[in-house]
């Protein structure tokens, strides 16, 4: 069926420290993954997208891993700073979706401590 | 930088009213979009919406919600009539092209309390 789901509901890191979100999906058939941010009060903010013919997608500080073979998709955010401190959410979108919708994961809260 | 917008940021309503959330998504973006986030829980996906016309609904969007795009700027959400479980942050978002393979673009979003 279709899930994106979140493997640690929580992560507290060093300041300065990298930070690895993890996520799970479920159907093998997903072609695009988008990972968003969530600062409080606000709405989920895009950081990176990766369609499933990458396995490796880089941005500023952000890097995006994808494996197919376990169905698996990671975030990794270099030298974490105060300002990273949010919900990371894993989204699933693509033609294997059944319709005009992008599915979120339940979303890590990611705290930076100083 | 464009952004999506939404009025009001807070909403506390009665059970049984009904209420309009309102929304003017990005200016040259063709695809609307509700999802609502329960507290502490994940993004939901509503609906979907291009061409004045539904594109997709998920279950939570049952008979008391409904969509629409009343002028060439506004976008809205109405429910019927109030229940204390759709208390929640509902958002809007838009996407340039299409829903599939596209970045969404969210508003900061409605709180709705319903009492």
């Known amino acids: 069926g279709e899930s994106v789901g979140l493997h640690l509901p929580t992560l507290s890191v060093q300041e300065g420290d990298n930070s690895i979100i993890n996520c799970a999906y479920s159907n093998s058939a997903s072609d695009y993954f988008i990972w968003y941010k969530q600062e409080s009060g606000k709405g989920p903010q895009f950081i990176i997208d990766?369609?499933?013919?990458?396995d490796k997608r880089q941005g500023q500080r952000v890097t995006v891993l994808l494996n197919k073979t376990v169905k698996h998709l990671s975030l990794q955010i270099a030298a974490t700073q105060p300002g990273d401190s949010a919900v990371y959410f894993c989204?699933?979108?693509?033609?294997?979706?059944?319709?005009?919708?992008?599915?979120f994961g339940a979303g890590t809260r990611l705290f930076v401590k100083a | 930088e464009p952004e999506v917008t939404q009025t009001p940021s807070h909403q506390v309503t009665q059970m049984g009213q009904e209420v309009i959330l309102r929304c003017v998504p990005i200016?040259?973006?063709?695809?609307f979009y509700w999802y609502r986030q329960i507290l502490g829980q994940k993004v939901e996906f509503l609906v979907s919406?291009?061409?004045?016309?539904?594109?997709?609904k998920s279950e939570i969007f049952d008979d008391q919600f409904s969509v629409e795009r009343p002028d060439g700027s506004n976008f809205t959400l109405k429910i019927r009539s109030t229940k204390l479980e759709d208390s929640a942050m509902y958002f809007c978002?838009?996407?340039?092209?299409?829903?599939?393979?596209?970045?969404?673009?969210f508003g900061s979003g409605t709180q709705l309390s319903v009492l």
């Open positions: 200016s040259n973006h063709l695809y």
């Open positions: 990766i369609r499933s013919n990458m």
């Open positions: 989204a699933e979108n693509g033609d294997n979706t059944g319709g005009f919708k992008t599915i």
């Open positions: 919406f291009y061409n004045n016309e539904i594109s997709e």
């Open positions: 978002a838009s996407t340039t092209s299409g829903p599939l393979r596209e970045k969404l673009f």
